[in-house]
């Protein structure tokens, strides 16, 4: 079947602007995950979505970053007035359940934002 | 605050041969999994192996298992006959409360031919 995908691939904007990330994650999953990668770095946790709600919106790094998900299903990510250390690749990944600790999560090849 | 060290920012191997990539964590949690995934250059990440801390026995997965020293907080990956295909960027991840997945810097693994 399909798996975790993301829109767009890349995203060049100007600093100041607003941006929008789309994830679609695997039909069925209820777990949705956003992650920020810097260059070569580790991924940092942004926030998890189990179906609609965001139980843990702790790795939001200001309250530029915003992020809904609707229907159990599609998830955006939003940045506001975007800065040149927002440019990461975003990932997205979902997994069957949240509350279980051992699922995999399937990930997205990503959104590579450049902020110029 | 729960955090994933991978001391091995870069590892290369000739093929065919073994390499153990390490990864310690902390956690003050005593029920947990922990994970490696890779991440190809093309960049989606897959899951590699995953270990329940309540278990003992070490995970394996065809090449790859994990030595997993539970007292040491220790979680290290072997892969033994490497392959061109198994060049990527490892990450080392643990779960504990649910939801939310604490990942590693990740250790750049070249296979040479």
């Known amino acids: 079947g399909a798996g975790v995908s993301q829109s767009p691939s890349n995203k060049v904007t100007e600093k100041g602007k607003d941006v929008e990330l789309r994830c679609d994650p695997i039909s069925g999953h209820t777990a949705l995950y956003w992650y920020r990668q810097s260059l070569g770095q580790g991924l940092e946790f942004l926030i998890y979505f189990q179906g609609n709600s965001a139980p843990d919106k702790s790795g939001l790094p200001s309250d530029r970053f915003s992020a809904e998900r609707t229907g159990g299903s599609v998830s955006t990510l939003t940045i506001q007035r975007t800065q040149q250390e927002d440019s990461a690749v975003y990932l997205c990944?979902?997994?069957?359940?949240?509350?279980?600790?051992?699922?995999?999560?399937?990930f997205g090849p990503g959104t590579r934002l450049t902020v110029l | 605050a729960q955090t994933v060290t991978q001391s091995q920012p870069e590892m290369s191997v000739q093929e065919a041969e073994t390499v153990t990539l390490s990864c310690t964590y902390d956690?003050?949690?005593?029920?947990?999994?922990l994970f490696w995934y890779k991440q190809p250059p093309s960049r989606q990440m897959i899951l590699v192996i995953r270990?329940?801390?309540?278990?003992?026995q070490n995970a394996t997965e065809n090449r790859f298992s994990v030595n997993f020293q539970k007292a040491a907080k220790s979680f290290s990956l072997k892969i033994s006959d490497s392959q061109l295909g198994d060049t990527a960027m490892y990450f080392c991840a643990f779960n504990t409360n649910a939801g939310k997945s604490t990942f590693g810097d990740g250790t750049t693994l070249t296979v040479k031919p």
């Open positions: 270990q329940e801390a309540y278990k003992q």
């Open positions: 956690t003050s949690e005593s029920n947990y999994y």
């Open positions: 990944a979902s997994s069957l359940n949240g509350a279980s600790r051992g699922n995999e999560q399937f």
